[in-house]
């Protein structure tokens, strides 16, 4: 059985730092390129970071010097260091896992983690 399992969340002030982690089950996780996204109230899910099986990471622009995607295949975990907090990261942040095998593309979802930046 495929599941994925955030933790990490909660409430923080502005300018504060928290690690989100997802840890992945039933999946061959080093062959997975990983994501985390982000939905906040009354919009949609949008990306936020991925890091490729080779390693390589991409960001949307609004985390880019801030966030830090990383992953340890040992572990079957990927991160998410997010630093330098603002009110508008406040979101539910889901761990995708994504893999393009052939003409098949498999894609799991974890359950999901509050991330809530006020004072």
């Known amino acids: 059985q495929e599941q994925l399992v955030e933790s990490g969340g909660g409430l923080v002030q502005p300018g504060g730092s928290l690690r989100l982690s997802c840890v992945a089950s039933g999946i061959f996780f080093s062959s997975h390129t990983m994501g985390w996204y982000r939905q906040a109230p009354g919009k949609e899910r949008d990306l936020v970071a991925t890091?490729?099986?080779?390693?390589?990471?991409n960001y949307v622009d609004s985390v880019k010097g801030r966030f830090t995607i990383s992953r340890d295949n040992a572990k079957n975990t990927v991160y998410l260091q997010m630093n330098s907090l603002k009110p508008e990261d406040t979101a539910v942040y889901y761990c995708n896992a994504d893999l393009l095998a052939g003409t098949t593309h498999y894609q799991y979802w974890g359950q999901g983690t509050q991330v809530t930046v006020s004072s």
């Open positions: 890091i490729t099986s080779l390693g390589s990471t």
